[in-house]
């Protein structure tokens, strides 16, 4: 896997889109790729560049053309400007990859399962048909319910190879840097590794494997050597941000190697923010606080950024990580309630408790957390 103790451990990534945000999406980054890169953000995640079966209503995770680049965020002439223009700037590109499921082709008799299935899918640059889908041959344990499932495998590795070829020709041919691999949970395992080995020297990629328990977590990347993001520490952090009785030690309890730290997504706000169970909603700026602290790549959400009322608080974060981030991390204080850890100068004290804390006369608010130099 690309090595996280190098570069890529300064990456600030943003998620630069959100739940059916605005077509024609390409212009409307391109419109702030210079301030993007002003603003210290290393790399920019864009969603699935390729065409869905809802055409200008889909966020292209019901992926129906590989191969064709015209969707609802725009075409493949407006998405290669936009990746030049990024570039010029010195920001990364990365791909949302769907790669375990296809949606909206057309029906054809499928003898595994002695029906008419949607498989019948003519892009003529990627066929596929009923035999590139899964027929519960019984060597798979893998099953979605959004659509044909693909079948790595038993097809003679036509697909495996052709999702690879797709992948490798978005990099060299359209330019995109990195790879955001969408649903691994709901994909094989060895897979996962044979997809990972064809870029692993030279593509920086993260997994999302939707679980909260790190020690299966742990055991997926030490298979695929993959890189994934870091669900039991969100969850650990969602805490944190809505339960003052969170104990800060459990933020240090959860493994990190290999991971990369968020805080929100486009599934995680899906509906609006406030409804959503699995949403931070309240003292977020805790939780950006302390990730964007630590050595791991960190991702912070559009909506955070654009839409709430965090701005100016991520600004001074990404700022304070890019000024410190080359010194080591050192813990302070840990306790109960509170996080203190040091890079060099450079300090920050996170208070989830309800009373304020006094540091060398230095005051943190309850439910606050306070930056500040010391020489």
């Not at 019984?138 to 690879?164: H, P, W």
């Amino acid at each position: 896997m690309i090595d996280l103790t190098g570069d890529k451990k300064n990456m600030v990534i943003l998620q630069a889109f959100h739940w059916n945000c605005l077509n024609d999406w390409w212009k409307e980054i391109s419109a702030i790729a210079e301030e993007i890169s002003i603003k210290g953000f290393d790399a920019v995640w864009l969603p699935p560049p390729s065409k869905g079966m809802a055409g200008d209503n889909s966020m292209g995770y019901d992926i129906k053309e590989h191969y064709n680049l015209n969707s609802k965020f725009g075409d493949k002439k407006s998405l290669k400007e936009l990746i030049n223009k990024l570039h010029k700037n010195d920001v990364e590109v990365m791909a949302d990859l769907v790669l375990g499921h296809m949606l909206g082709e057309k029906k054809e008799w499928n003898p595994y399962f002695k029906k008419k299935t949607y498989t019948k899918f003519e892009e003529r640059h990627f066929p596929k048909n009923y035999e590139h889908f899964c027929h519960e041959c019984g060597n798979c344990q893998s099953r979605n319910s959004f659509g044909e499932t693909v079948c790595y495998y038993s097809d003679n590795a036509y697909m495996k190879d052709g999702l690879i070829d797709w992948a490798k020709w978005l990099k060299y041919e359209i330019g995109f840097d990195s790879f955001r691999l969408d649903n691994l949970k709901d994909m094989r395992w060895d897979f996962s590794k044979d997809f990972a080995a064809e870029f692993i020297d030279h593509t920086f990629m993260v997994g999302e494997y939707w679980s909260g328990d790190d020690e299966y977590l742990n055991g997926f990347i030490n298979h695929t050597n993959l890189n994934v993001f870091n669900f039991p520490l969100y969850y650990n952090i969602k805490e944190m941000c809505m339960n003052p009785l969170f104990s800060m030690r459990n933020l240090e309890k959860t493994s990190k190697k290999n991971k990369i730290n968020f805080l929100s997504n486009h599934d995680i706000e899906r509906d609006e923010r406030d409804f959503n169970k699995d949403a931070i909603i309240t003292n977020k700026e805790l939780g950006y606080a302390y990730i964007l602290f630590q050595d791991n790549p960190a991702v912070i959400y559009w909506n955070d950024y654009f839409k709430y009322a965090l701005r100016e608080k991520l600004d001074e974060l990404i700022n304070l990580r890019k000024n410190s981030i080359d010194k080591k991390l050192e813990l302070i204080t840990l306790n109960d309630d509170i996080y203190h850890a040091r890079r060099g100068r450079y300090n920050i004290i996170i208070n989830n408790g309800y009373d304020s804390y006094n540091y060398s006369g230095l005051d943190v608010k309850g439910r606050d957390y306070e930056i500040f130099i010391q020489d």
